[in-house]
T-cell receptor, first 115, second 112 residues
């Protein structure tokens, strides 16, 4: 069974641009979550989607948005990039109706560098 | 709010040494507790979990006990291997909130 797939693996953008990251969950998983990982702030929750609906959102500005498609694939978008948005963005998927944590599977992440 | 405090790293040990990584938490409700591990260039993997007080999670020789009285979930391993070199994250989730709150991570390096 394929794991969580994130594309692209690396991305370089300049300030002011916008970026879209993609996540394909494990087959059969309907929940997708996004986390930002930085050396200074550590791992922080961005948002979670289930059946194309955002169920939970972390404390990030409106420049960060996401969506989920009917096949459970998810994208996150960051508009008007700032230097501080440089981070590893991790996607995680889980089956519907399961407890959190023990059924959360992470992808390898997209490393975004903003110049 | 909820928070997790982890022992500062990095930690460097010789192979077969005993490992302890401290983790304490603050939670508004009754949390489930987790340890995740991140190997270089990879995403996070669940190492072990505990969902109620006095539960002991264990996996691959690692153990952690949910201590409600001290709000702690320390990670231990009796004899580390070079292959255990990674970053370890303590995390919690509370109630129906479908999100994890992570500690800052502890980098472990095991030398042969």
């Amino acid at each position: 069974k394929a794991g969580v797939t994130q594309t692209p693996r690396y991305l370089i953008k300049t300030r002011g641009q916008q970026v879209t990251l993609s996540c394909s969950p494990i087959s059969g998983h309907r929940s997708v979550s996004w986390y930002q990982q930085t050396p200074g702030q550590g791992l922080q929750f961005l948002f979670e989607y289930f059946s194309e609906t955002q169920r939970n959102k972390g404390n990030f500005p409106g420049r960060f948005s996401g969506r989920q498609f009917s096949n459970s694939r998810s994208e996150m978008n960051v508009s008007t990039l700032e230097l501080g948005d440089s981070a590893l963005y991790l996607c995680a998927s889980s089956p519907a109706g399961q407890g959190l944590g023990e059924k959360l599977f992470f992808g390898s992440g997209t490393q975004l560098s903003v110049l | 709010g909820d928070s997790v405090t982890q022992m500062e790293g990095p930690v460097t040990l010789s192979e077969e040494a005993f490992l302890t990584i401290n983790c304490t938490y603050t939670a508004t409700g009754y949390p489930s507790l987790f340890w995740y591990v991140q190997y270089p260039g990879e995403g996070l993997q669940l190492l072990l979990k505990a969902t109620k007080a006095d539960d002991k999670g264990s996996n691959k020789g690692f153990e952690a006990t949910y201590r409600k009285e001290t709000t702690s979930f320390h990670l231990e391993k009796g004899s580390v291997q070079v292959s255990d070199s990674a970053v370890y994250f303590c995390a919690l989730s509370v109630g129906s909130a479908r999100q994890l709150t992570f500690g800052s991570g502890t980098q472990l390096t095991v030398l042969p």
